[in-house]
């Protein structure tokens, strides 16, 4: 059995280490700058002193340490660790966005070719029952020829004010553009239901309410000091006591709202920062209109302002049309002309693995993958540079105010 090292043990690492335990594959070293973190890791997979590193120096240092390397530190790292990883000849499961530029992105793949080495990009979408069960509808031509789809990607009013005003991804010169950071999947599952590629595509979109203008009247830079907290849903102690889990609380501690709100209170951390008063800059809005081969049209709708996450789509054939929300976990086929449509409910039940199932399905294949000179993997880096390359096309376009970008 391939056995695994991590790199960077936050939120995805962890996810990632927990089902690979679970599944009986071994979790040899772990490196993650934050202390925290690493006793973290020391606990949950039991790991010695030795194998747990403090930064990448010391980790690549040791030289290649496992067969495979989870790589899920912040994004702008992931370039430079990647390419020294290939050096190493390690096989990599990378997560998006593959890297902050399209030369990089090129870059990597390019790297694995030359090296002999396999990625896998975290597409998890592409694992999720699901989409699985829209492409297999798809795939047997129940709905005729496809004509178009729409995917609408609902990012949550509190999930938005958590990761894109808040937090990691709030800054696109430290971070990336929103469409690459949260869309590179969109862009990837567009493609893959449709088995197309883009020929054209023009984008718009912008930051208009998270600024600020439009902070109220009497608010402060803190949730803690705002005299209008009660009214405002973006209040973080109304958006973290009903997520205590989304703090991160010092390892060891209980994951509950007593102790995370001393993580919110403390001004050193960026929770309850006023949405309005961030050095945010990516958009709380934006759509992208793609031309496909064959005429076939899709679109692609993010934006903050929903109550909750969720992923709808839309895929429109000359016989039928199929839609869904991911997070509900069922499909609806209707077929023109019969008058009842057909539902599908998929059923999902994984405590560690979110995106609907989809995390645990992608491990285990990437392991597969690994382990087989013949197997193929859904999602490897040549299909995922191509939704990479869509992103940032569509980032230039919303930039030069909708241009169409043609490939
Ligand atoms: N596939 C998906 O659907 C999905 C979902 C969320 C995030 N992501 C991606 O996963 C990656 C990690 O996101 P996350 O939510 O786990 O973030 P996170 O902040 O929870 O975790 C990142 C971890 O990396 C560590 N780290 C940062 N810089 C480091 C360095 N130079 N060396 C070693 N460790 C370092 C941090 O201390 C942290 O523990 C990002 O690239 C993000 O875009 C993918």
């Given amino acids: 059995m391939a056995d695994i090292a991590v790199l960077g043990f936050g939120a995805r690492g962890t996810i990632y280490s927990r089902i690979a335990a679970e599944e009986g594959f071994r979790v040899v070293a772990v490196c993650d700058v934050n202390e925290e973190r690493r006793h973290a890791a020391k606990r949950i997979l039991k790991l010695k002193d030795d194998k747990c590193f403090e930064n990448a120096e010391d980790f690549f240092r040791q030289g290649k340490l496992a067969d495979v390397l989870i790589l899920s530190t912040i994004d702008a790292t992931h370039y430079e660790y990647a390419m020294r990883a290939l050096d190493l000849g390690y096989d990599i499961l990378l997560e998006k966005p593959i890297a902050l530029t399209l030369p990089e992105v090129n870059g990597i793949a390019e790297k694995a070719k030359a090296t002999g080495r396999k990625i896998g990009v975290s597409h998890v979408l592409r694992y999720t029952p699901f989409y699985l069960k829209i492409k297999e509808l798809v795939d047997s031509g129940v709905i005729g020829r496809v004509m178009n789809i729409q995917q609408t990607e609902?990012?949550?009013?509190?999930?938005?004010?958590?990761?894109?005003?808040?937090?990691?991804?709030?800054?696109?010169?430290?971070?990336?553009?929103?469409?690459?950071?949260?869309?590179?999947?969109?862009?990837?599952?567009?493609?893959?239901?449709?088995?197309?590629?883009?020929?054209?595509?023009?984008?718009?979109?912008?930051?208009?309410?998270?600024?600020?203008?439009?902070?109220?009247?009497?608010?402060?830079?803190?949730?803690?000091?705002?005299?209008?907290?009660?009214s405002c849903p973006y209040d973080a102690y109304q958006i973290y006591s009903a997520r205590p889990t989304?703090?991160?609380?010092?390892?060891?501690?209980?994951?509950?709202?007593?102790?995370?709100?001393?993580?919110?209170?403390?001004?050193?951390?960026?929770?309850?920062?006023?949405?309005?008063?961030?050095?945010?800059?990516?958009?709380?809005?934006?759509?992208?209109?793609?031309?496909?081969?064959?005429?076939?049209?899709?679109?692609?709708?993010?934006?903050?302002?929903?109550?909750?996450?969720?992923?709808?789509?839309?895929?429109?054939?000359?016989?039928?049309?199929?839609?869904?929300?991911?997070?509900?976990?069922?499909?609806?086929?209707?077929?023109?002309?019969?008058?009842?449509?057909?539902?599908?409910?998929?059923?999902?039940?994984?405590?560690?693995?979110?995106?609907?199932?989809?995390?645990?399905?992608?491990?285990?294949?990437?392991?597969?993958?690994?382990?087989?000179?013949?197997?193929?993997?859904?999602?490897?880096?040549?299909?995922?540079?191509?939704?990479?390359?869509?992103?940032?096309?569509?980032?230039?376009?919303?930039?030069?105010?909708?241009?169409?970008?043609?490939?």
């Fill in 154 to 230: 609902n990012v949550g009013y509190f999930h938005y004010a958590h990761s894109f005003v808040r937090g990691n991804w709030h800054n696109s010169k430290e971070t990336c553009p929103m469409i690459l950071a949260k869309c590179c999947h969109d862009f990837d599952i567009l493609l893959w239901l449709t088995g197309k590629s883009c020929k054209k595509l023009s984008s718009f979109g912008s930051l208009d309410y998270f600024t600020y203008e439009n902070a109220p009247a009497n608010s402060a830079a803190r949730c803690k000091d705002c005299a209008v907290s009660a």
């Fill in 246 to 407: 989304w703090v991160k609380i010092p390892d060891g501690q209980e994951e509950n709202w007593e102790n995370a709100k001393k993580v919110v209170d403390d001004n050193s951390t960026f929770y309850d920062k006023c949405v309005f008063r961030c050095d945010n800059d990516v958009v709380d809005h934006q759509t992208v209109n793609l031309v496909l081969e064959d005429g076939v049209l899709a679109s692609l709708f993010m934006q903050a302002f929903s109550e909750e996450v969720y992923r709808r789509v839309q895929v429109c054939g000359t016989l039928g049309e199929i839609n869904g929300v991911m997070e509900e976990n069922r499909v609806e086929l209707n077929i023109f002309g019969k008058g009842k449509k057909q539902v599908f409910e998929i059923g999902v039940n994984d405590a560690i693995s979110p995106h609907a199932g989809g995390d645990r399905l992608l491990l285990l294949d990437f392991m597969k993958y690994v382990e087989s000179k013949t197997a193929s993997f859904r999602a490897d880096i040549d299909k995922s540079v191509e939704s990479h390359r869509l992103a940032f096309a569509a980032e230039k376009s919303r930039l030069e105010n909708g241009k169409t970008i043609e490939f």
